[in-house]
């Protein structure tokens, strides 16, 4: 069987992408190949999804036919560059489409790497893992029209896709890519509100839980602006506007705000 796919870095990430892709039988088991170094990584994807493994990440460039997609982290890019830099890449007979999710690092540091091969940059989420996600992608100089079609496939199985230009790229990974871990906190945060008030843990748990999810329904459902939804949960001398009064006086807006802008600014850094 052709190994058409190739993953660099068998961890949250990678895994998220790669059980969606052979659920949704976008690639075969038999087609993938993974890079990983720990060797309890190793162990679990080949049990789990019966794919591949490797711990030499030339052996996934040369091998896979589509996609080279990485997914370590960010520090660890300079390594797998140097690891693949000893490969002839024009001696391979089918040069694969790159794509990276790594916060921060260019297309020119990417196309720097890997001279004259099709690379797309592409910042998902975690909530992919469910086929929830939201993932922004960029395309290199190299690319063409099948590698604008595959990102859509790749991405597409794990949620929604959209384009941006390469300089958003920090603010995408800022906003939805680091976002999950921001709602995950409002949604304890929730939780430990309610108890404090005397609800019993588990009650709370799925109401801050069902809150939020309920309430991004919503919106997305009736295309209803935020701050229309705000003003009809909101009654006059309510319960409502007592929360709202308090999380303007904590400087809740403004922390969400600023914490977005910190994870842009260090999705800068990590690619200087
Ligand atoms: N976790 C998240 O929510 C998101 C992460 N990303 C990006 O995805 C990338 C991966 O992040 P995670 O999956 O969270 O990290 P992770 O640490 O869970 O996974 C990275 C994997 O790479 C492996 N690895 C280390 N050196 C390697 C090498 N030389 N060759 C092959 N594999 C190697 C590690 O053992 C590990 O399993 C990062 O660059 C991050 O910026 C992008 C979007 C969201
Ligand atoms: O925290 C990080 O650096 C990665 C990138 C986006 C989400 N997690």
Do not use: W
């Amino acid at each position: 069987m052709t190994i058409k796919f190739g993953l660099i870095g068998g961890g949250v990430m990678g895994e998220s992408l790669l059980s969606r892709l052979i659920a949704l039988g976008i690639y075969k088991s038999s087609e993938v190949i993974v890079s990983e170094p720990l060797p309890s990584r190793q162990e679990f994807l080949k049990q789990r999804y019966n794919v591949a493994v490797a711990t030499d990440s030339s052996q996934v460039f040369t091998e896979a036919k589509e996609v080279v997609f990485l997914a370590v982290k960010p520090q660890v890019f300079s390594t797998i560059a140097q690891e693949l830099a000893d490969i002839d890449i024009l001696k391979i007979e089918h040069p694969p489409l790159i794509i990276s999710i790594l916060a921060g690092v260019t297309l020119s540091q990417l196309e720097a790497a890997f001279v004259q091969l099709p690379v797309i940059r592409a910042m998902p989420n975690t909530p992919a893992t469910v086929g929830a996600g939201v993932t922004a992608v960029c395309l290199g100089a190299y690319t063409n029209q099948k590698h604008h079609q595959i990102a859509h496939q790749v991405f597409g199985s794990v949620g929604e896709v959209v384009e941006v230009s390469e300089v958003l790229m920090d603010a995408v990974t800022g906003l939805s890519g680091s976002g999950p871990a921001y709602v995950a906190l409002l949604i304890e945060a929730l939780a430990d509100g309610g108890v404090a008030a005397g609800l019993p843990r588990i009650i709370a748990n799925q109401l801050a839980l069902q809150t939020v999810l309920g309430t991004a329904k919503l919106l997305q459902e009736t295309k209803m602006h935020p701050a229309e939804l705000k003003d009809r949960v909101t009654s006059p001398g309510g319960t409502t506007i007592a929360g709202i009064a308090q999380l303007e006086k904590a400087g809740f807006r403004s922390a969400l705000i600023e914490a977005v802008k910190a994870a842009t600014e260090r999705s800068q850094e990590l690619g200087k």
